[in-house]
């Protein structure tokens, strides 16, 4: 089973650009697909991206293609999500999870703090 923790986000002008971590626990990291979900308030959590567990498949939600880039570290056990050209509708709490990766699902109902990103205009 994997837990992780998010980290990397905060305040950032339309058009900027983050890096968001998701540092894993446990032995198995790489053996799972991860992804990133994100909650906006009053909105229900939705797909970002996702990872294979080799790193060699990627997917995105339309929203995110072309802007966002996800990769992954097996080695430091560590994901991450390179934002891009920010808009305000990417404000949300960011969290990433153990995926599912053809239905872009998460494996469980275990999600960490979340970190959240804020996108102004």
């Known amino acids: 089973q994997v837990h992780q923790v998010e980290s990397g986000g905060g305040l950032v002008q339309a058009g900027g650009s983050l890096r968001l971590s998701c540092a894993a626990s446990?032995?198995?990291?790489?053996?799972?697909?991860m992804g990133w979900f994100r909650q906006a308030p009053g909105k229900e959590r939705e797909f970002v991206a996702a990872?294979?567990?080799?790193?060699?498949?990627?997917t995105y939600a339309d929203a995110v293609q072309g802007r966002f880039t996800i990769s992954r570290d097996n080695a430091k056990n560590t994901m991450y999500l390179q934002m891009n050209s920010l808009k305000p509708g990417d404000t949300a709490v960011y969290y990433c999870a153990a995926v599912n990766y053809d239905r872009r699902r998460p494996l469980n109902d275990y999600w960490g703090q979340g970190t959240q990103v804020t996108v102004s205009s």
């Open positions: 446990g032995r198995t990291f790489s053996s799972y697909s």
């Open positions: 990872i294979s567990w080799s790193g060699y498949r990627t």
